[in-house]
């Protein structure tokens, strides 16, 4: 009985990780009731199991519940089925990892202030605000391609009026609490670090989406 | 007696100081932390048993509502600036300006963790897919039924376009000219100065068909073939045929003019009521 029920869980978590790894959407990432109809109602425990594997390979299962609405105790089955899930590096990149998945320096860094000044506006910036912070450290050119590379890749996103907005890839990728702390606790550096100096001198383009 | 009635003057005008002081920080026009709470429920306590007249105790009180909706806003600030998010804009915009894309980069790596997502073909759904292809049926075996039936140009008639409802069977225009004649020839039998009351015009024996004559007449008048003369005191409106139609129709600035044609004024003028 033990046996088969182990079996059951482990067809479930190829199941989940089929589904997890593999894009089935325009965006990635699965809803919560696409994992119940196809794992059935014990899928938060497959997740779970699945998470507990990942975590050797430096992976995690992200949840991302609706609206950003953390529950504050365990999730229930209906707040988890309509969060979305993804799987998401657990650990850091080295800056000379970030590389190798087509980020340039720069245009990291403008992501990070973009991601940094709306949240310390609540969430909603003008663009024009952004452009202009953007462009005390990139060439002018840039900074509108970079603006509209962030959108089109799910970071932010504009409305009609120009404001711009955290989107649902910065959500799912990004500890927004911990890049603030880390912010106001960062002192300015005078010296680089050696990786991140020599990534800088890259020019390399990345390869869009 | 003098002094006691010195220093209810005196309370006075510090309970208004008080609540005006509160009302700008409902406001939000000056900060809720400058108002030193301690020292103005001691100044309330001071004066509160000198009150005996009623307009007295409701200064009284308009002072502590006053107060208890600042003591609000400090606590409401105070929540909203210990919330785990709340960074303040400032600070957070000045340390974004003075790092260096190379430390901006190091914070930001420590705080994303980036989707993992694969794209792979497999030979599963390679299978699948050439499954499918066997499968399909060509598309002229599929969408017979939408090859459109080859149809050669030929001549149509006016009739037959009437018959299809895509024209009228009187030309528009034809028909505001036969409207004007009739104008004309109901002005000669029923009017006098060369016009008639506009009801008696519009006027017919069924509402729809007063109706549909009352929209007629409203192009009468906008295309220049009849002008309406109005008697605002004697609410009379009268409609006047010109003998010939006004060339100089959209050159000079046109006026709306609403009549009710209404059910109710349909029957009065049946009745003789409506003048």
């Known amino acids: ?209 | 007696m003098e002094s006691k009635k010195a220093q209810k003057k005196l309370g006075t005008e510090k309970l208004q100081r008080i609540i005006e002081m509160c009302i700008a920080i409902e406001n939000h026009t000056v900060d809720p932390f400058l108002l030193n709470v301690d020292d103005i429920i001691k100044v309330v306590k001071e004066y509160f048993p000198q009150w005996k007249k009623p307009e007295e105790l409701n200064l009284d009180s308009e002072a502590i509502h006053h107060l208890a909706s600042a003591i609000k806003l400090q606590s409401e600030w105070v929540k909203q600036r210990s919330t785990a998010l709340y960074t303040d804009p400032f600070l957070l915009e000045e340390k974004i300006t003075q790092a260096t894309r190379e430390e901006m980069v190091g914070v930001f790596l420590k705080a994303w963790h980036p989707l993992v997502e694969l794209e792979q073909l497999s030979l599963h759904s390679l299978a699948e897919a050439m499954r499918y292809w066997d499968g399909l049926l060509p598309l002229k075996e599929r969408w017979p039924e939408l090859a459109v039936p080859e149809v050669g140009m030929g001549i149509t008639s006016r009739d037959e376009l009437i018959k299809e409802q895509l024209l009228g069977d009187k030309l528009f225009s034809e028909e505001l000219e036969g409207y004007w004649r009739e104008l004309k020839e109901k002005v000669k039998e029923k009017g006098a100065d060369g016009k008639i009351r506009y009801w008696d015009f519009i006027g017919a024996d069924t509402y729809e068909e007063t109706v549909e004559r009352a929209f007629l007449a409203s192009f009468l008048i906008s295309y220049g073939y009849a002008t309406l003369e109005i008697h605002p005191l004697e609410e009379e409106v009268f409609i006047e045929p010109f003998d010939k139609p006004l060339a100089k129709i959209g050159t000079q600035q046109s006026i709306s003019i609403p009549i009710a044609v209404t059910y109710e004024n349909w029957q009065k003028w049946k009745r003789g009521e409506l003048d």
Do not use: C
């Not at chain 1, 009985?1 to 997890?20: E, F, V």
């Not at chain 1, 998401?88 to 990149?93: A, M």
């Not at chain 1, 990534?199 to 989406?209: K, W």
């Open chain 1, 1 to 209: 009985m033990r046996k088969k029920t182990k079996g059951i869980y482990a067809s479930k978590m190829k199941r989940a990780t089929h589904m997890l790894f593999y894009r089935r959407h325009q965006k990635p990432g699965v809803k919560g009731w696409e994992l119940h109809k196809a794992l059935g109602a014990d899928y938060p425990k497959v997740l779970e199991v699945l998470d507990d594997y990942l975590k050797s390979l430096d992976l995690q299962v992200k949840t991302v519940f609706e609206e950003e609405k953390t529950p504050a105790g365990k999730p229930t089955l209906e707040e988890l089925d309509r969060a979305r899930f993804y799987v998401t590096l657990r650990g850091e990149l080295t800056p000379k990892e970030t590389k190798m998945i087509g980020w340039r320096i720069d245009d990291l860094a403008g992501l990070a202030v973009a991601i940094s000044y709306i949240i310390s506006k609540k969430g909603q910036a003008p663009r024009k605000d952004v452009e202009e912070l953007l462009s005390e450290k990139l060439p002018g050119w840039k900074v509108g391609i970079n603006i509209d590379r962030y959108i089109r890749y799910g970071y932010l996103q504009e409305d009609e009026n120009d404001q711009l907005y955290l989107d649902w890839r910065t959500r799912a990728e990004v500890d927004e609490k911990a890049l603030i702390d880390m912010l106001l606790r960062s002192e300015a550096q005078t010296t680089l670090p050696s990786e991140v100096s020599e990534e800088a001198n890259e020019v390399d383009e990345p390869e869009d989406e």
